[in-house]
């Protein structure tokens, strides 16, 4: 069988998923395609991904990793322009940007699939912006199932890893959440249930892994990008010392936590994506503020965040302990288990 690189620079030469060819032509391609990457995947070389969310802040960095590793990535987005600034083909010949006419064939020629597209949440929220929080996870990941799932068997992907968050447990002061825990009643608890049984339609074959997110910390984007420039202004936390836990986890963690999905067969079903060790709200502020060099003894009014994200202050003030339960059964291994260490690599 010709092996994947080979296979890919014919696609290239000839155009055979753009080009003047007939239907039928494009998808024994595309057969030929999934095939050859489905054996290759099989003995840890390339995969091809499609990947929803490219351009966003975990999207990113995945897309990059997976570019690192030699493996070839389907961009879909609904903005080719933002996409080619993000991933210029000098720099990323393996990636394939395709909008959303395209999706079918992207998501055909594939063998896996990433779905990581949504509104961000850590934006002021009103009743306009929290409807497209929820209306932008849901019309997105239906697309996706709907595209697998009319995909002949032949050239279905064979696994699926989308996104929902932590946010699926609700918040409390002393309830400590695993995989099992049920899910909680207000608004983003109701966003993650939709969200989920949405994603849990995708066809039976198909393994599905659903990855519940944290805060995410990272340099350039999430919650942390907004955290910083207040922390500066007020020198200090803005929580005391019996505010509520904080679920967190680094961005090269959960970057690793979803490519392992991609790969591995074990990984399936509900995995929180959190680092196992979250820390209360006001000890998260105290190792930022030894790691940026400023003093802690001023706390930051929870009125100055709520400024900047509105409702959307819940995700980083109301209490949640969500523990990685199911990716320590794995066996995954987190390079930054602890916020001090995470923090001082992103800062430093």
Known sequence: MMDRVGLRRRIDQYGLLEGPFSEQKKLDTRRLTVSCASDKTQKGSQMTVSVTGATGFIGRRLVQRLHADNHYIHVLTRSRSKAELIFPVKDFPRIVIAEEPKWKDSIQGSN??????????????????????????????????????????????????????????????????????????????????????????????????????????????????KMIPLFMMFAGPWAQDDNGMFSWIHLDDIVNLIYEALSNPSYKGVINGTAPNPVRLAEMCEQLGNVLGRPSWLPVPDFALKAVLGEGASVVLDGQKVLPTRAKELGFQFQYPYVKDALKTILS
């Open 112 to 225: 896996a699939v990433v779905n990581l597209a949504g509104m961000p949440i850590n934006t002021r929220w009103s009743p306009e912006i929290k409807k497209e929080i929820k209306q932008s996870r849901i019309r997105v990941t239906s697309k996706v199932i709907d595209l697998i799932n009319d995909s002949p068997d032949e050239i279905r992907p064979t696994v699926l890893v989308s996104a929902t968050a932590v946010g699926y447990y609700g918040s409390s002061e002393t309830q400590v959440f695993d995989e099992r825990s049920p899910s909680g009643n207000d608004y983003l608890a109701e966003v993650c249930r939709e969200w989920e049984a949405t994603a849990l339609k995708v066809n039976k074959d198909v393994r599905l892994a659903l990855i519940r997110i944290g805060v995410v910390l990272g340099k350039d984007g999430g919650a942390l990008a």
